[in-house]
């Protein structure tokens, strides 16, 4: 499936095994019928319906099965409540643009773009689901056939993860022995990038398959536990220019195209940095967020304090108690719980990096 689409993945459930809709559609298929179903009714949608009548009828599957029985499209209203329409003829705008061959597909396609509702359409002869929301078409495949390329992307994201956690890892003793250089910062967001766009994709097949998704989706959960973290606190360390917005540049590694990926420049340019004006290999300091945010029971307003107050992770690690101490709200107990912390996890990090 291509990436991620809200808008596409919220269709998906509602067509998802185990719910009426889809029993619906199930039920057209095994009656050897056809159907357009347009889902949601709305002035966008009332000029484009010529013919047929209105029902208003409560939905039910066994309902929307027998009205597909006619020739026409049927028209739903967005919460499935009602099927409010049967067997009209749909009169799209004939100058917006379609890839599809086939009437009913070309009719679906062009409803969906020129309204932008989600369009459902049933292949008779074929036994073809295909949806269309907006400009993007998803064809329903086979649950057994899904669920196979789930777990095979799971097992991917299982080998992806454990390499995300060895490059964080290494980053974390390196930032200990002030090490660390823009590759190795490319290196992790190129890596927790690559993670987060398998889950996207995972995501999709979870929302296909329904009820038969949930064992997928546990384990979808307890794979990216902390990964969309991890992803900011790595930006918010080596932002050069702290007047940038966070947001800002996790859209633009959102926006880099996959085949770049492997580029690492293209995941330092997306954090602010400039080929012409250095190289990988430049060392750079962490502000601490990262290893500070590891630190139990830290609260986030505490983290920005120390950050604000020292500027580096190196010259925190470096503050006695007492200069600790002076930051608003951290007090002698929480100034030694962050001192031994701090002290925890570099010892974890270099132990985990040469054992």
């Known amino acids: ?190 890596r927790a990038e690559m993670v987060r766009r398998i889950s996207d994709e995972i995501e999709a097949h979870v929302a296909e398959l329904g009820s038969d998704g949930r064992l997928l989706q546990l384990q979808l959960e307890e794979l990216m536990h902390g990964v969309h973290q991890e992803r900011a606190l790595v930006v918010r360390d080596y932002l050069p220019d702290r007047r940038r917005k966070v947001d800002s540049v996790l859209d633009r590694l959102d926006g880099i195209p996959a085949q770049e990926l492997l580029t690492l420049w293209r995941l330092a340019e997306a954090l602010g940095y400039r080929e012409d004006n250095g190289d990988l290999e430049q060392p750079l300091s962490p502000r601490g967020y990262r290893m500070l945010w590891r630190i139990p029971r830290l609260p986030w307003g505490i983290v920005e304090g120390l950050v604000t107050r020292f500027g580096t992770l190196p010259r925190i690690m470096e503050a006695s108690l007492e200069e600790l101490d002076e930051v608003e709200g951290i007090g002698e107990a929480r100034a030694r719980s962050v001192k031994e912390g701090l002290a925890r996890l570099a010892e974890s990090s270099l132990l985990e990096r040469y054992s």
Request: hydrophobic fraction near 40%.
């Open 1 to 190: 499936m291509a990436p991620r689409d809200e808008r596409l993945l919220a269709v998906l459930q509602r067509v998802a095994p185990g719910t009426p809709l889809r029993e619906g559609i199930d039920r057209i298929i095994k009656a050897g019928k056809g159907a357009i179903i347009v889902v949601g009714h709305e002035e966008e949608v009332g000029p484009l319906i010529s013919g047929g009548f209105k029902l208003a009828a409560k939905f039910t599957a066994q309902r929307l099965s027998e009205v597909a029985k006619m020739d026409g499209a049927i028209v739903l209203d967005e919460p499935l409540e009602r099927i409010m329409f049967a067997n009209v003829h749909l009169v799209p705008d004939p100058k917006i643009p379609t890839r599809e061959t086939g009437t009913r597909h070309r009719t679906a396609e062009r409803v969906a773009r020129q309204t932008g509702k989600p369009v459902i359409s049933v292949s008779e002869s074929m036994r073809i689901v295909s949806l269309y929301v907006e400009g993007m078409k998803h064809t329903l495949e086979e649950i057994s056939s899904v669920l196979f390329r789930a777990n095979q992307a799971l097992s991917t994201l299982e080998r992806y993860r454990a390499r995300l956690d060895e490059v964080s890892s290494q980053l974390s003793a390196l930032e200990i022995e002030r090490a660390a250089t823009l590759r190795d910062v490319a290196t992790v967001l190129q």
